[in-house]
């Protein structure tokens, strides 16, 4: 049986809903789409996003409920962020005092480093194609032994997020597979990388890497430090 609620966010109605699935899990969706890992039979609770807000599904003596437990989650992760802004976040405000001073110090270590880089540096192609390799041998236990490892790497390429950022990268990594119905609840034996592509003139580094998954196969594009897209 089917429970559902109403919620209006942003002056925006959505409809979450709780509907049995397989293997006796049960399948929570925001507007028909699903939105998290199904929920087993020995789990209690599951936390989702709708709109950047976190929800919580809890199960009491068989009956669902649900509720609000944050306000917005930061979704920072998934903006265009510039280069320099990313460095300026790691290395932070402190810095930008002796930057200001040794600037032409840094900025032909900067051309010598982008020398070297062109020559012998890592080929992106082959970095995006090890991506997507990595996201893969996170899934391929099946969803219910996936971790944040493939939500970060799908996201901005990174192992680990704090709290927020990955219940916002993992809403936003299920609408993604949802769009291609890449769901293996029982997880995959094979899966290789075929090919990947250099996409020139792009804003950053992006490659198209093709992948195979029990013989089938798939197209994402993979910018640097960006969510991944299907290329198709």
């Keep these: 049986m ?51 807000y976190r929800y919580a599904v809890h199960r009491t003596d068989g009956a669902f409920e649900i509720n609000q437990i944050e306000e917005p989650v930061n979704h920072s992760f998934a903006a265009q962020m510039p280069t320099a802004a990313v460095a300026a ?23 010598v480093g982008i020398i070297l880089w062109i020559a012998v540096g890592p080929n992106y192609p082959k970095q995006a194609g090890g991506r997507v390799k990595a996201m893969l ?6 969803t219910d032994r996936e971790s944040q490892i493939s939500r970060a790497i799908w996201a901005r390429n990174v192992r680990t997020m704090d709290r927020d950022e990955l219940a916002a990268a993992d809403n936003l990594f299920t609408h993604w597979r949802a769009e291609k119905d890449f769901f293996f609840q029982n997880g995959f034996t094979t899966y290789e990388i ?27 594009i993979v910018p640097e430090h960006r969510p991944m897209q299907w290329a198709d």
């Design 2 to 52: 089917t429970t559902a609620w109403d919620v209006t966010l942003n002056g925006r109605d959505h409809r979450i809903s709780v509907e049995p699935g397989e293997n006796g899990k049960d399948v929570i969706r925001v507007d028909g789409r699903t939105a998290a890992r199904p929920l087993g039979s020995d789990e209690q609770e599951r936390v989702f996003a709708v709109e950047g």
């Design 89 to 111: 976040r790691m290395t932070g405000d402190k810095t930008i005092g002796v930057r200001m001073v040794k600037f032409g110090w840094i900025a032909a270590v900067a051309i």
């Design 137 to 142: 041998e996170d899934m391929k236990g099946g």
């Design 194 to 220: 075929v090919s990947s592509e250099k996409v020139k003139d792009a804003e950053v580094p992006t490659a198209i890497v093709t992948f195979k998954v029990e013989g089938k196969e798939f197209k994402v």
